[in-house]
């Protein structure tokens, strides 16, 4: 895998960010209430490290997947995944917070997650990704087409390492981002994940090194009139 | 008595020749290849996520997370520690579907290349939890060769 340089890894963070604003906005509109977006985590580690960086092992959270597949990128083939976590009690109170509305009333006494809670969760995280991919696509100027939301309710190890054993035949490195959301007045705290294929990666750095060397370029050439 | 307590992650083997737990957490698709040699006390854990290593399987990726290389290295330092391949015994545990999706095949096809590796290797499986939607914490006592399986919701059994 090849070293990024500080501009590719920026940008990258950049267009990443631009993701989880329009998700967060989309998320802001479903619960109507504030929310705050982290500036994304981007970080090149081993594979086996992957899934201790990003949080407890141990912890219980709801796992909704979403494959990624991209027409223009990588012909039909699978080019990454969209993985969003839901901590227990983020799960609890954000499934909560969307079935009332619909007036489905949760049985708070129970600990354990219903059907209707989980379709939820996955249901909100097909439209999280959904709104950040969109804006992710216009700015990199490809079509990336979703597969359907599944989900998991376990440990967050035994869940991570199997996403990622689908990409450890081929990459000895793995980009993450990571970007969490927090809802006012509420502690829920979801977070997503973008990983990608080795060679979509690789194409997206070309694609950001070329899109900011034309930007980079514009801006020489303007200073070179006003200088003259 | 027991000497200590070591996490192996996935893509790691350990073995060691005294009494000790060796712990593999978060076992979705992973699998834990618990192996033991009762006369010796040798006992080792591999942790892989993958099945066969294929032929054309680029140099810098490690080898220990395919199932048929991490169970030869594994032998061969149990081999080293003194131990002889005749007198190993195993136990697995892992191989799990997370996800209620057929394209998640990988726990499937570890446990069947698992099961083809040591069986090439006149190894004998006395125990097993393989399979499944649910993942597992694995907890390998070297001192008697027993081992704890317990799952993210706290519920645990021995084997």
């Known amino acids: 895998m090849q070293e990024l340089t500080k501009l ?6 950049e267009i990443m960010a ?4 329009h998700a967060s906005k989309a998320l802001s509109q479903m619960t109507e209430k504030r929310i705050k977006v982290k500036v994304p985590k981007v970080e090149m580690r081993p594979l086996e490290k992957t899934a201790e960086i990003l949080g407890n092992p141990h912890e219980v959270v709801v796992t909704v997947y979403i494959g990624l ?17 839901y901590p227990m009690e983020s799960a609890i109170e954000l499934s909560r917070l969307l079935l009332e509305k619909e007036d489905y009333k949760v049985d708070t006494s129970n600990l354990e997650l219903d059907e209707m809670q ?26 990336i087409i979703e597969t359907l939301p599944y989900s998991s309710y376990d440990s967050l190890g035994a869940t991570l ?3 990622l054993a689908e990409i450890a035949s081929k990459t000895q490195e793995v980009l993450t981002f990571k970007t969490s959301f927090k809802i006012e007045d509420h502690e829920i705290k979801p977070y997503f994940m973008l990983l990608l294929e080795p060679r979509t990666l690789k194409k997206l750095i070309n694609k950001v090194d070329t899109l900011f060397h034309d930007l980079l370029a514009d801006y020489v050439e303007e200073e ?4 003259r | 008595m027991m000497v200590g307590k070591k996490s192996v992650w996935a893509g790691e083997i350990t073995v060691v020749d005294k009494p000790f737990l060796l712990e593999a957490i978060g076992l979705g698709s992973c699998i834990a290849v618990c192996l033991y040699d009762e006369i010796h006390g040798i ?8 099945g066969h290593r294929p032929e054309k399987t680029r ?12 169970i030869d290295e594994m032998v061969k330092q149990m081999i080293d520690e003194g131990s002889k391949q005749y007198n190993l015994k195993a136990k697995i545990f892992g191989g799990s579907a997370m996800f209620s999706n057929s394209i998640f095949k990988i726990g499937d096809q570890n446990i069947k290349a698992v099961k083809e590796k040591l069986a090439e290797k006149k190894i004998k499986i006395i125990a097993e939890d393989v399979g499944g939607k649910k993942g597992r914490n694995v907890w390998f006592n070297t001192e008697d060769g027993s081992v704890v399986v317990g799952n993210a919701f706290g519920k645990t059994r021995e084997y």
Do not use: W
């Open chain 1, 118 to 143: 989980i379709s939820a969760l996955e249901e909100t995280s097909n439209i999280l990704s959904g709104a950040s991919l969109a804006a992710i696509s216009k700015v990199l100027n490809v079509e």
């Open chain 1, 8 to 13: 590719e890894l920026d940008s990258i963070t």
């Open chain 2, 43 to 50: 006992g080792g854990l591999a942790h892989i996520m993958l």
């Open chain 1, 224 to 227: 070179y009139t006003e200088t």
């Open chain 1, 18 to 21: 631009i993701g989880a604003g």
């Open chain 1, 161 to 163: 390492s199997s996403i």
């Open chain 2, 59 to 70: 140099e810098e990726i490690n080898p220990l997370r395919y199932a048929d290389k991490a």
């Open chain 1, 69 to 85: 597949k991209s027409g223009e990128m990588d012909g039909q083939k699978h080019v990454g995944s969209l993985v969003f976590v």
